[in-house]
């Protein structure tokens, strides 16, 4: 029976995923196997000796202290994708709301409508649309910072809209280069997308390479009154910067989806309250592509989307199965098959990926694994952590 100790409330569809007869899921548990969260920061202290894996039912792993699992083996997994069209959707609804100013017009009716008659407030819609006009997205050029998943959606919905798109990603996957439009003009720096757009939106995830994208060196690089959206993460932009770009007016309108205390109250600032993945459907896809993904690392020792170990998987044959993680050093396998060959054990089929620092390793052998067995692989220097399935 595994035990899954739940931070947060998540979706019943994904936590149904776990069948009674094998799990045991709940959000007081001692002594877990692995911790399904969605926002809830995890220290060190909260992750047990024998948590084997974490799964993070959205994108975003700055919650969990992923180093300090590498190092002790455990697997930490999230949902790239899965909360990609919902984010993708406020993105558009940032883009028009920073050439409509519809929240405007909508509160300028509220305030000034109620006690009207037909005629006076005919007379008053007429009158007062016009400060609210504003300007079409169609023509306009869109600069998307970060081509994954959610960018590479915003820039096809910005095409759709009859847009001209530019994208800049330095590190481009191949997956994502295939799935990218032929009609968006990719940037070799960010200096000259942000000087050739009108909106520049930013999807990027928080690394060190990443934090505080957006820069004061970066803000005279704006076009004047270029709106900037960040649905991303608050750290991708350098408060100051912002602040700057605002005042000497580089940056008309900045829409964020992570208030900050000295942004409130801003004319030219609209903060969200951290929407971008609050859907309904998103909540739902994310707990279920964490859900498959837990399950098929505790009963088979696949990993699928870890942040911090490779992607590997080896279909279930014939025999036992052992999997365990090691320091990415040499001969380490050597090793291990070493003390297989010793005890007479034959290896039926096996697959090896490092990742960084890590390799982790799926082993079927023809005879079933023995508490001496594991004991001499866990003494093996380099082995982080071994199990058997």
Not at 64 to 71: A, N, Y
Not at 116 to 134: I, R, S, T
Not at 365 to 371: F, G, Q, R, V
């Amino acid at each position: 029976m595994y035990k899954i100790r739940t931070y947060n409330k998540i979706s019943v569809k994904g936590l149904d995923k776990f069948t009674r007869d094998k799990y045991e899921v709940a959000s007081e548990l001692g002594r877990p196997d692995a911790i399904m969260l969605r926002s809830h920061v995890l220290t060190p202290e909260m992750i047990d000796e024998q948590v084997k894996a974490i799964g993070r039912a959205g994108a975003g792993v700055n919650n969990i202290p992923v180093e300090f699992c590498t190092k002790r083996g455990v697997v930490v997994f999230n949902a790239p994708g899965a909360n990609a069209n919902a984010v993708k959707e406020l993105t558009v609804a940032a883009m028009l709301l920073s050439c409509r100013d519809i929240t405007g017009a909508i509160e300028f009716v509220r305030r000034e409508g109620p006690g009207k008659d037909a005629e006076a407030l005919h007379k008053l819609v007429e009158d007062g649309k016009k400060k609210y006009g504003g300007t079409e997205l169609k023509g306009k050029t869109l600069g998307v910072v970060g081509l994954g998943a959610i960018g590479s959606l915003v820039a096809e919905t910005g095409l759709m809209l009859g847009m001209k798109v530019l994208g800049y990603d330095p590190a481009l996957s191949v997956e994502a280069a295939w799935r990218l439009s032929r009609d968006v003009q990719r940037m070799e720096n960010m200096q000259s997308l942000i000087a050739k757009s009108d909106i520049v939106t930013l999807h990027l995830p928080v690394l060190e390479a990443t934090r505080n994208l957006i820069n004061l060196t970066l803000i005279d690089s704006f076009r004047p009154g270029t709106t900037l959206i960040n649905l991303s993460r608050e750290k991708v932009a350098e408060t100051a910067a912002i602040l700057l770009g605002l005042e000497n007016g580089r940056i008309g309108k900045y829409i964020t989806d992570f208030p900050m205390v000295e942004l409130l109250g801003h004319d030219n600032v609209i903060a969200i309250p951290h929407l971008g993945a609050s859907t309904e459907e998103a909540e739902e896809n994310c707990a279920i592509m964490v859900a498959d993904q837990l399950l098929d690392f505790l009963e088979n020792g696949n990993i699928r989307n870890a942040v911090n170990f490779p992607n590997i998987s080896l279909e279930r044959s014939a025999g036992y199965r052992i999997a365990f993680s090691n320091r990415n050093v040499p001969k380490m396998l050597n090793k291990v098959l070493s003390v297989l060959a010793d005890r007479d054990i034959n290896v039926i089929d096996m697959i090896n990926k490092s990742r960084d620092e890590v390799a982790y390793n799926i082993l079927d052998i023809a005879t079933e694994p023995t508490a001496d067995l594991v004991a001499a692989l866990e003494a093996i220097e380099g082995v982080i952590h071994v199990r058997t399935l």
